[in-house]
């Protein structure tokens, strides 16, 4: 006889149909589960190889900077030191300049190593007239990092991408954090909009670009982000700049 | 008057019983981040020695968040029960801890205590009691409430089957719910988180399991967990609301941070309660709290997160509501850093709850950024069954697609009802039992059975 459960497992990424032994889990089911579990934390505790990304986007003069936190414990317990810069790293950061772009580690340094510097050069392929600021790597960094790293190069406008916090069917994905005018410590994130879920099972990265340049453009219209911006008012205004992005993709 | 404690030759003195409190608060990662968690060791100790000395009547006295512009403050100061509170009028913090664990505490004693407690009286003395104390203590207490079912009645664990869905897809989550019935869970709520906060989804989703639950005529009430704003105009438009659901916190700023105040939460509860869905009782409000939310929103006050979450349940209450749950290890490291401190807070939670007079139920949780897994699960989980928890939840293999954190599954319930001999709200059970679902032992039978049969042929029609 036919699995009862196999069109309906069809109908939802959730762990549906798992059988049991008695009321447990089958065997295979746990050691699935665990294994789920084992990436996303691994995806949280492996740090950002800082380096290798600053060699892939070698061309865009990247500058790498840190929070205050000074490991990982540190930066999960204590999410204000993951928001302020370590004085070194202000002093790496020269402006002016009008965009602030922010590859941050967050919780899953996996997904900005993995679709950060693609993320990044497809950003600026699509508004290539739009001043941004060399690509700043950032580790231990919080989303409201973005917001010192924008006042010390003096951008108007931060785009921070930062690992999400990991779920257990997706522990690479990638987030978009959009700020206008953003303050350190003044900036809530009632005020920034934010585009999730980029990864390849998720939200591709031509799309997620396509989401980001329209919110940050209207964000630079209305002069502010946030709960007054709405994705789908951006996304209208846009509509004739899509076939210039989806252009691009090839 | 300032409160103080001579140790060793060590004299500590602390200003006010917000401090006294948050000193004496075992330790998490929360109270560290907001600068109000004991210094060493010995301070923590001494501070409980010097709460232990306090009268209750001191709370009923002294602001702990001044209440001149605090709603919850105001509410937790007019809405106390003198007559409930004279058992223990004269006793401390300390006394009424011991009195707790003795036998004069029955269960109709405390019943009747549960008004006359404050939310900072239910704080103070749980600082006071270790794990053992808080799960002997809250299985004395039962706190029964009724829509088109029972939930709470001792030697019962219902569970919130929560079926959701990042693109609230009807069809995933049918299956999920489907999954859910087969394995016994649904008794307290089936319950969706929406991935998209509107009434007009919110309606969509309520149709559809409202459709369920009458087809299969299964005993049990249905909630969209939007906002509450969301959920009155729902109501408005004549869709299907059994329940109305809230997050809510112990200030008025933190409410203020959800979008509620009480004003909003009374307007949605009249309007809840006067659909008259319920067939057994009108108990229509859902409510989810967990620590630190105060903390998050810059609302706390200068309180620590335990005795803010207390709070919380002083705005639950006075809406009499169906099920209460504390979200206790949803928030993150920040606030409760591993295992150890997820477990004492969903003890603490579940204690202070009951205590208060609330039909308290906890979502066993981690996120993947918490030093902690599925054993810790397992601890707290099991020890909650031995307090009598009133429900838990049930997500599909208690991996939560939508809300991406672990949860406990469809098994997990099965388990802790089976190693404890717990069985589902008694209108449900009766219905597994119809349904074939359930033999007369309570165990749960295979799917391949006629009537479960047919209930999965429901998930698949879209």
């Known amino acids: ?250 | 008057m300032p409160l103080a404690a001579d140790i060793a030759g060590t004299s500590y003195v602390f200003p006010d019983l917000r401090t006294l409190l948050a000193k004496a608060s075992p330790a998490r990662s929360g109270d560290r981040l907001a600068g109000l968690a004991a210094e060493s060791d010995a301070e923590r100790v001494a501070a409980r020695m010097a709460l232990a000395d306090v009268p209750l009547k001191r709370f009923l006295a002294e602001e702990i968040v001044p209440a001149e512009a605090d709603e919850v403050s105001q509410l937790i100061f007019e809405s106390h029960d003198a007559a409930a509170f004279a058992p223990i009028a004269s006793m401390t913090v300390g006394e009424f801890r011991d009195w707790l664990l003795s036998d004069a505490a029955t269960p109709e004693a405390l019943a009747a205590l549960a008004p006359g407690v404050t939310p900072e009286m239910a704080a103070a003395v749980c600082k006071l009691m270790r794990n053992q104390d808080l799960i002997l203590a809250a299985r004395k207490i039962s706190v029964v409430t009724r829509f088109r079912n029972t939930i709470g009645l001792p030697g019962r664990l219902s569970v919130r089957l929560q079926p959701n869905h990042p693109t609230d897809d009807l069809r995933g989550i049918a299956a999920s719910v489907i999954d859910g019935l087969l394995l016994g869970a649904g008794d307290a709520v089936i319950g969706i988180n929406p991935a998209t906060d509107s009434a007009s989804q919110a309606t969509l989703l309520l149709e559809r399991l409202d459709e369920l639950r009458q087809t299969y005529d299964i005993p049990t009430q249905t909630c969209v967990l939007a906002h509450v704003t969301t959920m009155i105009q729902a109501m408005e438009k004549g869709a299907p609301v059994d329940l109305v659901f809230q997050s809510i916190a112990g200030s008025q700023a933190a409410n203020e941070s959800f979008g509620v105040s009480l004003g909003l939460l009374d307007e949605a509860h009249e309007a809840a309660q006067s659909l008259k869905r319920g067939t057994l009782g009108q108990n229509v409000m859902y409510f989810e709290t967990g620590q630190g939310s105060a903390l998050s929103a810059n609302a706390h006050h200068g309180v620590d997160q335990q005795t803010m979450e207390a709070r919380a349940y002083a705005v639950a209450r006075r809406y009499r509501p169906l099920l209460v749950n504390t979200v206790v290890g949803f928030i993150g490291p920040e606030y409760l850093y591993d295992g150890k401190e997820i477990i004492r807070a969903g003890l603490e939670d579940h204690f202070c709850g009951k205590l208060m007079g609330l039909p308290m139920g906890v979502d066993v949780c981690y996120t993947n950024h918490a030093e902690a897994d599925q054993d810790d699960m397992d601890n707290l989980l099991t020890l909650l069954g031995v307090a009598g928890c009133t429900y838990v939840m049930g997500v599909p293999g208690a991996d939560d697609i939508m809300l991406n954190y672990q949860s406990t599954s469809f098994h997990d319930a099965l388990y802790v009802r089976e190693v404890l001999g717990l069985k589902p709200a008694p209108e449900f059970e009766s219905w597994l039992q119809r349904m074939g679902l359930m033999d007369d032992a309570g165990r749960m039978l295979p799917e391949a059975r006629r009537d479960a049969a047919r209930l999965l042929s429901f998930a698949g029609r879209g």
């Open chain 1, 1 to 250: 006889m036919s699995d009862p459960f196999d069109h309906l497992r069809g109908l939802t990424a959730a762990r549906i149909g798992l059988g049991r032994t008695g009321v447990s889990l089958p065997t295979q089911r746990v050691l699935e589960f665990q294994m789920a579990h084992a990436q996303a934390r691994d995806a949280i505790h492996a740090p950002l190889d800082v380096s290798k990304v600053v060699s892939e986007l070698a061309d865009l003069a990247p500058v790498a900077v840190e929070s205050r936190a000074v490991d990982r414990r540190a930066y999960l317990e204590r999410p204000d030191a993951g928001r302020r810069l370590s004085d070194a790293s202000r002093e790496r950061l020269m402006g002016p300049c009008e965009v602030a772009l922010v590859l941050g580690d967050g919780l899953s340094a996996r997904a900005a190593q993995e679709h950060g510097p693609a993320m990044v050069r497809a950003l600026r392929a699509a508004t290539p007239d739009w001043g941004w600021s060399p690509p700043v790597i950032a580790t231990m960094a919080r989303v409201a990092l973005g917001d010192e790293i924008a006042a010390a190069l003096g951008a108007d406008l931060v785009v921070m991408l930062i690992g999400e916090r990991p779920g257990l069917s997706s522990p690479d994905s990638l987030g978009a954090y959009i700020a206008f005018a953003p303050q350190p410590a003044v900036t809530t994130d009632a005020q920034r909009n934010c585009v999730s879920n980029i990864r390849p099972a998720g939200l591709p990265i031509a799309e997620a670009v396509r989401k980001i340049v329209a919110i940050s453009t209207l964000a630079r219209r209305l002069r502010q982000t946030g709960v007054a911006l709405k994705e789908d008012d951006a996304l209208a205004l846009l509509a004739p700049e899509r076939q210039a992005i989806e252009g691009q993709k090839n």
